[in-house]
């Protein structure tokens, strides 16, 4: 059974720092990239970063660029985002999201092209 488990979120202050993990178990990790997207109350969900999990190339949305870094331990099957000097505007749900075999990398922030997603985990940042 496929499955892709986000934890790691909770209440941090402005300037604070968490590690979210997304554990993936029941395909093949490294046929997979893994993104991470996020959803504020009201938004659309919204891509944040992506890795391959073969070559461990990295993408990430301008807005986190610099804060978030994302990796992965292949070996656990989990890919992590680490965020730093976090945001009251980067409060929402995390979800991690699994992609097989995608080639172009423009397309990392289309919701349709993943495969299989986690249920989420949520962030809020306090001012």
């Known amino acids: 059974e496929v499955q892709l488990q986000a934890s790691g979120g909770g209440v941090v202050q402005a300037g604070g720092s968490l590690r979210l993990s997304c554990a993936a178990s029941?395909?093949?990790?490294?046929?997979?990239?893994i993104g991470w997207f996020r959803q504020a109350p009201g938004k659309e969900r919204e891509g944040v970063s992506n890795?391959?999990?073969?070559?461990?190339?990295?993408v990430y949305a301008d807005s986190v660029k610099g804060r978030f870094t994302i990796s992965s331990d292949n070996a656990k099957n989990t890919v992590y985002l680490q965020m730093d000097s976090l945001k009251p505007e980067d409060t929402a749900v995390y979800y991690c999201a699994a992609d097989e075999g995608s080639k172009d990398p423009g397309a990392w922030k289309l919701i349709p092209i993943y495969d299989y997603w986690g249920q989420g985990t949520l962030v809020t940042v306090s001012s």
């Open positions: 890795i391959n999990t073969k070559d461990g190339s990295t």
């Open positions: 029941g395909f093949t990790f490294d046929d997979y990239a």
